[in-house]
């Protein structure tokens, strides 16, 4: 998986064969094929890592007795940290997703519309108890905030000025205050 990686993001998903592959890891062929049916297989393996452990934090966070805005913290700040976790990954799939073969494209399709399905219920469940606020487009609301923290894979560095941490709750400070029925600034008013 690590030798694949550093090849798919340095050549490319078509510039990087196998042999490469084999070779980078040092193990043989056969070894490849015990774990993976195909190159193919290998591109989905790394993207369903990832989907699978931010739709698996997403509902734990979301099954606890907590309201809708400590829900949706949570959700963000462990939606940001998958950057720095699985920072390669999603390096590779970004570049790579459109060379998914359409069964494997299916199944990161409806993990990635059940994680986006856990933020707009948790948006809608707020808006109803009056912790966000009611004149939100849930739906936009929810694109833009997948739109936002999936952005990061761009210009994240883990060397960088802020640890992912720090990104985290910016990102969930930007995101609440934007939301909340209790802000005193709203679209068209500002202070003067």
């Not at 700040?77 to 976790?85: G, H, P, R």
């Not at 799939?93 to 990635?112: A, D, G, N, P």
């Amino acid at each position: 998986m690590e030798a694949s990686l550093k090849l798919f993001e340095q050549y490319g998903f078509h510039g990087v064969t196998v042999n490469q592959i084999v070779d980078a890891a040092g193990i043989s062929k056969g070894g490849f094929y015990h774990h993976f049916t195909s190159k193919d297989e290998l591109l989905f393996v790394i993207h369903d890592i990832f989907i699978t452990y931010v739709l698996e934090r997403a509902s734990k966070a979301n099954e606890q007795n907590l309201p809708a805005k400590e829900r949706l913290r949570l959700i963000i700040k462990d939606f940001v940290s998958v950057f720095d976790i699985y920072k390669a990954h999603l390096t590779v799939f970004y570049q790579e997703s459109i060379y998914l073969k359409t069964e494997h494209e299916e199944i990161v399709r409806k993990k990635r519309n059940e994680f986006k399905t856990i933020i707009q219920d948790v948006i809608e469940e707020g808006v109803i108890t009056g912790d966000f606020r009611s004149d939100l487009s849930v739906e936009i609301t929810t694109m833009a905030i997948l739109g936002m923290v999936n952005w990061t894979y761009k210009w994240y560095q883990r060397n960088g000025e802020k640890r992912i941490e720090e990104i985290a709750d910016i990102y969930t400070d930007l995101i609440l205050h934007a939301v909340s029925e209790n802000e005193n600034i709203r679209m068209g008013e500002g202070t003067s």
